[in-house]
């Protein structure tokens, strides 16, 4: 009985230090949180007007310039952005992203693959990691895999400039990108959307097409918005996972850290039990032991 006492209290104080861990864990993905929020909430607004200006603006050039990015190509090379975290214990965030980015995979560009021309590039180790060896007959490119380790505008510029480059000089012909869209620290959706080419509206989706009036011309004006609005798009998609992924995390040690109390609960309920037979048992001992030496 002894021997039981001791084992529960090694498991009670093994479960006491876990759960300092996972404590120390959720404050500071809490305090990482409110940062990473406030950049995406005040940046997503911002993003979403200047994507749905670029759509609409290229909706109504009705062919009069020729612009690069907007261009449509029979999609015969693709590269695919999967965004991920550097590390895990932040639930089932990183599994997410890679579903739907081998969702995207397996069916949008299932022929492209086949044919040995898509790409993945990854940032974030938990994608590259998983996706070297998975998929061993595309190109995978890792260089910007620690790319979270400085989430600013200019060196998240440098990626999504290397891929703009790329779609111009068609090395690829569609570029798509699978991240996590943050909504609140309890929920990330994961998706994988379109880069480029820029989308255009179809009909029916805007009924307030924009009249605009260029100046000092369209084709100038164009060239000189498109790459800066696209920056400011992929560097969303890097706020949104950055923010996803610390939200995932607080949740993730909120709830390891009741289950690691649901957990002590049930075993000092066991140890208390176990430590109250021992004492019953050694009372009994000793009453039988006393009515044997009085029966004498």
């Known amino acids: 009985m002894a021997g039981n006492l001791k084992e529960v209290r090694e498991r009670i104080r093994s479960v006491q230090n876990t759960q300092q861990i996972t404590k120390a864990m959720k404050m500071v993905s809490a305090a990482k949180l409110r940062r990473a929020q406030q950049a995406i909430v005040q940046m997503r607004p911002?993003?979403?007007?200047?994507?749905?200006?670029?759509?609409?603006?290229?909706?109504?050039?009705?062919?009069?310039?020729?612009?690069?990015f907007a261009q449509?190509?029979?999609?015969?090379?693709?590269?695919?952005?999967?965004?991920?975290?550097?590390?895990?214990?932040?639930?089932?965030?990183?599994?997410?992203?890679?579903?739907?980015a081998i969702h995207a995979i397996n069916t949008r560009y299932a022929t492209v693959?086949?044919?040995?021309?898509?790409?993945?590039?990854?940032?974030?180790?938990?994608g590259y990691d998983l996706l070297r060896k998975r998929y061993t007959d595309c190109t995978i490119?890792?260089?910007?895999?620690?790319?979270?380790?400085?989430l600013s505008f200019d060196s998240?510029?440098?990626?999504?400039?290397?891929?703009?480059?790329?779609?111009?000089?068609?090395?690829?012909?569609?570029?798509?990108?699978?991240?996590?869209?943050?909504?609140?620290?309890?929920?990330?959706?994961?998706?994988?959307?379109?880069?480029?080419?820029?989308?255009?509206?179809?009909?029916?989706?805007?009924?307030?097409?924009?009249?605009?009036?260029?100046?000092?011309?369209?084709?100038?004006?164009?060239?000189y918005l498109i790459p800066n609005i696209l920056h400011t798009q992929f560097y969303?998609?890097?706020?949104?996972?950055?923010?996803?992924?610390?939200?995932?995390?607080?949740?993730a040690m909120d709830k390891a850290t009741e289950n690691a109390e649901d957990l002590m609960r049930e075993l000092r309920l066991s140890y208390n039990k176990a430590r109250q037979e021992a004492i019953t048992k050694e009372i009994l001992e000793i009453v039988g032991g006393a009515a044997a030496l009085e029966s004498k």
């Open 113 to 126: 693959r086949a044919n040995g021309n898509l790409t993945i590039l990854c940032i974030g180790k938990r």
């Open 236 to 251: 969303r998609y890097m706020l949104d996972t950055h923010a996803s992924e610390h939200g995932a995390r607080m949740t």
């Open 46 to 68: 911002y993003a979403n007007k200047l994507n749905a200006l670029l759509r609409n603006i290229l909706s109504n050039t009705n062919g009069d310039v020729s612009v690069g």
């Open 156 to 223: 998240v510029s440098q990626v999504s400039g290397r891929l703009m480059q790329a779609f111009e000089s068609k090395t690829y012909d569609e570029v798509a990108v699978a991240y996590g869209r943050f909504k609140n620290a309890a929920t990330q959706f994961a998706e994988a959307e379109q880069f480029l080419p820029v989308a255009k509206l179809e009909k029916g989706d805007d009924p307030l097409r924009a009249d605009y009036i260029f100046e000092p011309d369209m084709e100038g004006l164009l060239n």
């Open 141 to 150: 490119i890792g260089e910007y895999v620690n790319l979270f380790a400085d």
């Open 72 to 100: 449509e190509r029979p999609v015969e090379r693709v590269c695919l952005v999967v965004v991920t975290s550097n590390r895990g214990l932040c639930g089932a965030f990183n599994a997410n992203v890679i579903k739907a």
